[in-house]
């Protein structure tokens, strides 16, 4: 038996003269959760909807659960889940008329149907919220019952697009419980999100930037992309005036805003400066940025180094592909 969930081989998808999917190529297998980053713009919703049924490829070919998405398109359909971050329900049906709605949609066998009710209100913790109006629960509690009405039919690749926008840290960290529980069962799940932690959470992770992959792999693969350069955290009396002061200093790259503070990118892990004497003294990248910031009167209150991010991962290689473009 095939082993992955999803392929895809050489996608693309135009509009007119605009290519917003360019030869895009990956497998997701059997069970995984596949994370999809970009930023706006970048394919990321094109190529969902493709492999969703919803588009027709310009080019390429691609299938998910084994069915082809340009000549089976409502097999797909049939196939799968899908969850967006507008959850999809009705917010005038009460918690179980959404779930009887949905059965019927999804063409849950009516033999089945009673089983699978009380599943998704088990799943979701809303036994005693049952004949509540689906209006009246709250972020987390919504997003729950969307998830369990969009697997009612038991799909098994499951399409989560932004699911977990808009509600608070708590209820994010619950869902992707769910999330694990789906997958250790062996649901493949295909997920995008603009939550940086939450990109960890992933088996393997693909960053799309005008239309192509520009990285691929599990996050701590990703994350040894940056191993050849030091990561700083720096915070200082004034943020915005210390990003000023390091821009276009020697051996230092991104500098970027990481809450509180600053990330700071190092591609050398030393400089020998030229001193007033005419000899040469050689300075940490730590006090060189002491040094630099001190020169502004700006107090540094805390700098030292630091593992990389996902969000670190993903700042430094947009930069690096907008440094190609001509």
């Known amino acids: 038996m095939n082993r992955l969930a999803v392929e895809v081989e050489g996608l693309v998808k135009r509009f007119g003269s605009f290519t917003a999917v360019d030869q895009v190529s990956f497998g997701v297998a059997r069970g995984e959760i596949f994370g999809f980053l970009g930023p706006n713009g970048a394919g990321k919703s094109t190529t969902i909807r493709m492999l969703c049924g ?12 084994g069915f082809d998405v340009a000549t089976q398109p409502e097999q797909i359909r049939r196939n799968i889940g899908y969850m967006s971050q507008k959850f999809s329900l009705y917010e005038d049906l009460t918690v179980e008329e959404n779930i009887d ?8 066998p009516e033999p089945r149907r009673s089983e699978r009710k009380a599943w998704v ?7 005693e919220r049952r004949a509540t109006l689906t209006r009246l ?5 919504k997003q729950r019952l969307a998830l369990g009405c969009a697997i009612l039919h038991e799909p098994p690749v499951l399409f989560l697009d932004e699911p977990t926008s ?15 529980q789906l997958s250790a069962a062996g649901c493949t799940i295909f997920v995008s999100t603009h939550y940086m932690d939450e990109a960890e959470y992933c088996h393997r992770l693909a960053l799309m930037y005008r239309g192509k992959f520009i990285a691929l ?7 040894r992309a940056l191993d050849s350069r030091a990561l700083l955290y720096l915070e200082t009396t004034d943020p915005l005036e210390s990003m000023k002061a390091l821009e276009g200093e020697e051996t230092i790259g991104e500098v970027a805003v990481f809450g509180a503070g600053l990330h700071v990118t190092i591609s050398d892990f ?8 005419g000899q040469v003294a050689d ?6 940025i002491r040094a630099r910031l001190a020169g502004r009167g700006i107090l540094v209150r805390r700098l030292e180094a630091v593992p990389p991010s996902m969000e670190d991962v993903f700042v430094a290689m947009i930069e690096e592909e907008e440094r190609k473009l001509p």
């Not at 300075?283 to 060189?288: K, Q």
């Open 101 to 108: 709605f949905f059965s019927g949609v999804y063409g849950v």
């Open 283 to 288: 300075f940490t990248p730590a006090e060189r």
């Open 166 to 180: 808009g509600v608070d840290p708590i209820a994010r960290r619950n869902f992707w419980d769910l999330i694990y």
């Open 217 to 223: 792999g599990p996050p701590a693969d990703l994350k």
């Open 137 to 141: 629960l709250a972020g987390g509690w």
């Open 121 to 127: 209100l088990r799943m979701a913790g809303l036994e």
């Open 54 to 65: 919803l588009l027709r490829p310009t080019a390429g070919r691609a299938s998910v659960g």
């Open 270 to 277: 030393g400089f020998r400066i030229p001193t007033a004497s």
